[in-house]
């Protein structure tokens, strides 16, 4: 059961917090005063509210919000500034009082507060001194083709053995159980082609010259006449030979010819090479940063801990130490009766 003063400091902390995530957001009650800021309307301890704070957060918060503090323009703006502003600034200053600051929980969103802000600067620095103009545009769009052009594919399954007659006997035995589970067993059982046997001889989609998108894996012309002759969701007939192999395919479905033009791309590749251009600036910053700041970096200390499959961190077993676990209780004294 928690306690009210274990609830209020996380109050206090939360509050502490939100002046700060409002700060990011453009509306930072002030330490100084500055004319920008104009008239102070409110000082609590070292934080001083101008009234272009005030404007700035009111300038924030919807219509239908703000007229629950009040009935007038007059009595919204100064119920606002009571209730909001001054009670932040008061918890935030009663959180200092408390030395909440040092909290390693407190450091951290302070942390991320600071650092959602840099980001941001980041972004508005690229913004308004980068542009993206139709040659950029075309230049990548001219690079990466393949992004915007495809011909027509095939999602292909195989099982490949050595002889006619194993390849027919697997054909009839697929006649009678044609299901995705059955064919899945027969691959794994029966293919000798090993890259996909444990993969149901799943080759993925097979584009008109036989490649695939498994390295060293590309389908023969004569396999891909007879699959051009298949419907979707066809088993081959009959076996097709491949070389000193005899091929079943499955032609589980056709993927359309991709044919996007620049004029439709050009929006999307306006914003990909924005975002492309802010990381490189993030990246060139956290570089410049890191060689100044980084003082100190011991990754192999991670292995102190491990993740479980689930999720849950767990400190690493000592060689030779047993596993943790909820065991029965043990009565250490017999229940009555329990001995007959």
Request: proline share 7%.
């Amino acid at each position: 059961m928690r306690t009210s003063s274990s609830v209020g400091a996380r109050w206090i902390v939360a509050a502490s917090l939100g002046l700060l995530a409002a700060a990011w957001e453009g509306a930072p009650p002030r330490a100084d005063t500055s004319p920008a800021g104009g008239p102070v309307v409110a000082r609590v301890g070292a934080v001083t509210i101008t009234a272009a704070d005030l404007e700035r957060r009111l300038a924030s918060v919807p219509g239908f919000q703000l007229r629950t503090f009040g009935a007038t323009p007059a009595d919204i703006k100064r119920a606002f500034l009571e209730r909001v502003l001054v009670r932040e600034a008061l918890l935030s200053q009663g959180g200092v009082d408390r030395g909440l600051e040092s909290r390693d929980d407190v450091k951290e969103r302070s942390r991320g507060v600071l650092r959602s802000a840099l980001l941001s600067k980041l972004r508005n620095e690229v913004l308004s001194s980068s542009h993206v103009d139709e040659r950029d545009i075309k230049a990548y769009y001219e690079k990466n083709a393949t992004k915007f052009h495809s011909p027509e594919r095939y999602a292909l399954w195989w099982i490949a053995t050595r002889k006619r007659p194993e390849a027919e006997e697997i054909i009839a035995d697929l006649k009678k159980d044609p299901s995705p589970k059955h064919w899945g067993d027969l691959a794994r059982d029966k293919s000798i082609d090993g890259p996909t046997a444990f993969r149901r001889g799943d080759l993925g989609f097979v584009a008109p010259d036989g490649t695939t998108a498994e390295p060293g894996i590309k389908v023969s012309r004569a396999v891909l006449d007879a699959v051009e002759k298949l419907k979707d969701a066809e088993i081959s007939p009959a076996p097709i030979q491949d070389g000193e192999r005899w091929i079943v395919v499955w032609r589980k479905q056709t993927m359309r010819p991709v044919d996007r033009p620049m004029e439709i791309e050009a929006g999307s590749i306006k914003q990909l090479l924005m975002h492309m251009r802010n990381e490189a600036k993030i990246k060139e910053v956290v570089a410049a940063l890191r060689k100044q700041y980084l003082g100190e970096h011991n990754p192999d200390l991670v292995d102190l801990f491990d993740i479980t499959p689930q999720g849950e961190l767990t400190p690493v077993r000592r060689p030779g130490s047993l596993p943790t676990g909820k065991r029965a209780p043990v009565n250490a004294v017999p229940a009555p009766g329990s001995l007959r």
